[in-house]
């Protein structure tokens, strides 16, 4: 699976959209992009995945670029509730589907 | 929306003892997987079962075992416990037809 990279730490002012970048420029073709986040030692919770299309649902959006070597994900209006460890993962929908973690970014939103 | 059961959410055991964690998936999901999360650590995978067969395996120690039974429940079996294994443990589910893992509330074991 493809190794991600993401900042270590952001933070965002209530009420406004929050951007978490990932890069993952060894990503292949047949991979997707998953976005996880954990609330304090909560399980992860699926917000969104994708290919190569932009997706969007009710939590947040993917925007994966055309190379499809980095993507972002946003959530259009951070609440305080929204403040946790983002993951970004990618992995191969066939074959072995256990998710790799790497280290996260901690959104803190801000009041 | 029925979710991902585990149990105990809290577990203490003393070192050398043995403990099992028991996972319950969603409903008609089929493949079960577990993680292990160290205090400030990332979740790390374990070992996964699709079908009551083992389907991968990650850093998992041979101390550990698991299995999962005919309702597709899981349990995973820790012996000779260690301090170290003191941990979150996430176990997940997922269906073929839906990719993405919903993981469980975790249980939070204590070596003492």
């Known amino acids: 699976d493809a190794k991600t990279t993401q900042p270590t730490s952001m933070d965002c002012a209530e009420g406004r959209a929050a951007n978490l970048p990932c890069n993952h420029s060894?990503?292949?073709?047949?991979?997707?992009v998953y976005w996880y986040r954990q609330i304090h030692s909560q399980g992860p919770q699926y917000i969104i995945h994708?290919?190569?299309n932009n997706e969007t649902n009710e939590m947040a959006s993917l925007i994966i670029t055309e190379d499809r070597k980095s993507s972002t994900l946003i959530l259009p209006h951070a609440t305080l509730r929204d403040t946790a460890v983002y993951y970004c993962?990618?992995?191969?929908?066939?074959?072995?589907?256990?998710?790799?973690f790497g280290t996260g970014t901690r959104l803190k939103v801000l009041a | 929306a029925a979710g991902v059961i585990q149990s105990p959410r809290h577990l203490i055991k003393e070192k050398r003892e043995t403990a099992t964690l028991k996972c319950y998936p969603i409903?008609?999901?089929?493949?079960v997987y577990w993680y292990q999360q160290g205090p400030g650590q990332d979740p790390q995978f374990l070992i996964s079962?699709?079908?009551?067969?083992?389907?991968d395996k990650g850093s998992i120690p041979d101390r550990f075992s698991a299995q999962q039974f005919s309702d597709y429940h899981s349990e995973l079996n820790m012996s000779s416990l260690e301090l170290g294994d003191s941990a979150l443990y996430f176990c997940?589910?997922?269906?073929?037809?839906?990719?993405?893992?919903?993981f469980g509330p975790g249980t939070r074991l204590t070596v003492l």
């Open positions: 994708g290919l190569k």
């Open positions: 997940a589910s997922s269906s073929p037809r839906v990719y993405e893992q919903f």
């Open positions: 993962i990618v992995r191969s929908n066939s074959g072995t589907y256990k998710y790799i």
């Open positions: 060894t990503i292949s073709g047949n991979e997707y």
């Open positions: 409903p008609r999901h089929d493949t």
């Open positions: 079962f699709y079908e009551k067969m083992q389907s």
